[in-house]
């Protein structure tokens, strides 16, 4: 059960998690929801993670539009920010809260995606010359570089509501209770709007040159990434019909994450290379942000990253090992070099 750091970090660059094409031993197809993990491992969880990553990638490129598909550049632009190699971490986190839960899951896929949809829009947005201004993502220069700012808008405002297209689509919901369908959607839109990442991203943009305080710099984080994974958790809880007391623990569980994931996130920033990130480090403190080795320095935020995943894998103790998925993924959140 123990992840080895080193060999995670050896395995992880910008645009993908391993440098393994096929990984050694890959674990069957149907092995989603009740599959006893009592025996997982570390080198499961590199398996688990490609595959998932795998299906991910595979579903968003055939609900994609063609970038043939008119308006070209439109469906070109959106693809290639989409298809550039993201880690996939929010669906991944709906699929494998889905699994702890552990009852079938129907338009899992479909919600999971929604979720990687959304995160690309805001990606795009962000880097934006009025918001961060960043030349370089997942490994490629960012949207606007390409295809200029008002393509790069308007390919945001498009994932953003294609992902809701996907969650209310019957051919990809069929057998999703219209109920707990729009339970889903709601999840979605709160995670990602004016009281989650949006929100999230006007107090970030807000708070820049500012001498912010520690608790201002968590609301921050809570809102711009926490409340997407936060979302991303509850869905896939929530699309396998989670009791009230499940999802109770997994969204504290999501929150915990979500920090650790911003904080790893703040001291990458300090610590990577454009290599290993795919984007530009040192970016934060040329934009005048505090963030969270501001505060703590390296070593302390890196602490209190691990501390946020120690606390985020102890409010899994009421699952049994379905949940180890989840458990790895706090681990993984928290190691990762990108
Ligand atoms: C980066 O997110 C932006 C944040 C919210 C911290 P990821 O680290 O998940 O980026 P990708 O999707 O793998 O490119
Ligand atoms: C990005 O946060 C958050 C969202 C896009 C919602 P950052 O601006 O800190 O992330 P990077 O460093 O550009 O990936
Ligand atoms: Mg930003
Ligand atoms: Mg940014």
Redesign the pocket.
């Known amino acids: 059960m123990k992840i080895l750091t080193s060999h995670l970090s050896r395995l992880t660059f910008h645009g993908a998690w391993f440098d393994t094409p096929q990984t050694i031993c890959y674990a069957p197809r149907q092995f989603s929801a009740c599959r006893d993990w009592s025996a997982f491992t570390s080198m499961d969880i590199k398996d688990y993670l490609e595959q998932k990553r795998d299906d991910v990638d595979r579903f968003l490129d055939s609900v994609m539009p063609s970038a043939t598909t008119a308006p070209t550049t439109l469906h070109e632009s959106m693809r290639y920010s989409l298809m550039a190699g993201g880690k996939r971490v929010r669906p991944i986190l709906a699929i494998a809260s889905a699994e702890a839960v552990g009852q079938p899951a129907p338009g899992l896929m479909p919600i999971a995606c929604s979720l990687e949809l959304i ?1 690309t829009y ?2 795009i ?3 934006l010359p009025a ?2 201004n ?1 030349d370089f ?1 997942r490994g490629k220069p960012t949207n606007h570089k390409v295809y200029g700012d008002a393509m790069a808008i308007l390919a945001g405002d498009a994932l953003l509501t294609i992902a809701f297209d996907l969650c209310s689509r019957p051919d990809l919901m069929k057998g999703c209770d219209p109920a707990r369908q729009v339970r889903l959607i709601h999840e979605l839109a709160f995670g990602s709007g004016n009281m989650g ?2 929100g ?2 006007v107090f ?1 943009i807000q708070a820049e040159n500012k001498d912010i305080d520690l608790p201002t710099l968590q609301n921050i984080h809570k809102h ?2 926490g409340m ?1 994974i936060r979302a991303a958790v509850r869905m896939g809880a929530i699309a396998a019909g989670a009791q009230d007391r499940q999802l109770d623990d997994l969204t504290s569980y999501a929150e915990d994450v979500g920090l650790a994931f ?1 904080i790893a ?2 001291v ?2 300090v610590t990577g290379t454009r290599e290993e ?1 795919g ?1 530009n480090p040192n ?2 403190a040329e934009r005048g ?1 505090k ?1 969270y080795p501001t505060f703590y320095g390296t070593e302390g935020a890196r602490k209190l990253a691990d501390d946020c995943a120690v606390r985020a894998i102890t409010r899994l103790s009421s699952f049994g090992p379905a949940a180890d998925p989840l458990r790895e993924l706090a681990r993984y959140i928290t190691s990762r070099k990108n």
């Open positions: 995160h805001s990606l947005h962000d880097d918001m961060d960043d993502r990442m949006v999230g991203q970030d711009k990434t997407l911003q996130d703040d990458l920033n990130l984007k970016t934060d942000k963030t």
